[in-house]
């Protein structure tokens, strides 16, 4: 087992080169920084960011500013899997809030709403307007998937456990999407300490110490933790709205995700990390 301090030494390493699990491996190749690589897509910023998400596009090794950079090859690969770049910005496009999404499925926008607080639509993104409130985010892909897939919820009543769901005033939206951020964020990487980090990231903080004590560990995690997805607000008083989504709420999610914790940690604690190089952080 290694020092702590060398833990703590290496977590510029970690953040640097411990990502490189995700790395195209085209370092030879000509590397575009974001902006640039979502103009020769032929995406806007937002729609770019969708398709890092999503896994569509993958950053190659970070610059040394830490700033993610895009090789050509990995470009025209994305753009080839999509049949195109129209294709590819079909598959990223999005639409906003409960109006749009209706449009799109050709619904009332109190239909939809149901829809989506009942868990049949799941968010991929979200923004906090100037009021305040969230703005959920659809892929408007996947809801004309869900239109085909499932004619029938778009008319007639609502089923008996949706009518159960909304008379208890239940939202699954945001435990919805924080299922697949993270399940996003864990396909980036293979490095236990990283995947560790992904999981704490979601814990309240008080659940987070009682699942780890050592406050040794917590720094290594912390400093391994995903920054907030695209769109994140700066402004305090939103981001304070935005952070909530971030943590798990209902106690069977926190308790799914502390105890997924405690299952990376075990590995990670006994394992070789790319990141640190060494065996576990104590």
């Not at 995406?43 to 998400?53: D, I, K, P, S």
């Not at 607080?117 to 009021?131: A, D, F, K, M, W």
């Not at 408007?140 to 007639?156: K, Q, S, T």
Request: aromatic share 6%; hydrophobic share 45%; with cysteine.
């Amino acid at each position: 087992m290694m020092q702590m301090g060398t833990a703590l030494r290496d977590v510029d390493v970690a953040v640097r080169a411990g990502r490189d699990a995700a790395a195209d491996g085209g370092t030879a190749d000509v590397q575009v920084g974001g902006v640039q690589a979502a103009g020769e897509l032929g995406l806007t910023r937002g729609e770019f960011a969708r398709a890092v998400q999503l896994g569509m596009v993958r950053a190659a090794r970070p610059a040394a500013g830490g700033a993610a950079r895009y090789a050509r090859t990995e470009l025209d690969r994305a753009r080839s899997a999509a049949g195109g770049a129209d294709a590819l910005r079909e598959r990223v496009e999005a639409v906003a809030g409960a109006e749009a999404g209706a449009g799109v499925l050709g619904i009332g926008p109190s239909r939809f709403t149901r829809l989506a607080r009942c868990g049949h639509v799941t968010p991929v993104g979200y923004r906090i307007n100037r009021y305040r409130a969230v703005v959920w985010l659809y892929l408007a892909v996947e809801l004309r998937a869900f239109a085909a897939r499932e004619p029938g919820m778009l008319r007639g009543t609502a089923p008996e456990a949706d009518r159960e769901l909304m008379a208890a005033k239940e939202d699954l939206r945001p435990r919805r999407w924080r299922g697949r951020h993270v399940g996003l964020l864990l396909r980036r990487t293979a490095d236990p300490w990283e995947r560790a980090a992904v999981l704490a990231s979601v814990l309240p903080e008080e659940e987070l110490w009682a699942a780890v004590p050592d406050p040794g560990e917590r720094i290594v995690l912390a400093a391994l933790a995903p920054p907030p997805p695209y769109g994140h607000p700066q402004v305090p008083a939103s981001a304070a709205v935005a952070l909530r989504l971030l943590k798990a709420e209902p106690p069977e999610e926190v308790h799914w995700y502390r105890s997924s914790l405690d299952f990376a940690l075990t590995g990670a604690r006994g394992g070789q990390s790319k990141s640190t190089g060494e065996r576990g952080p104590t």
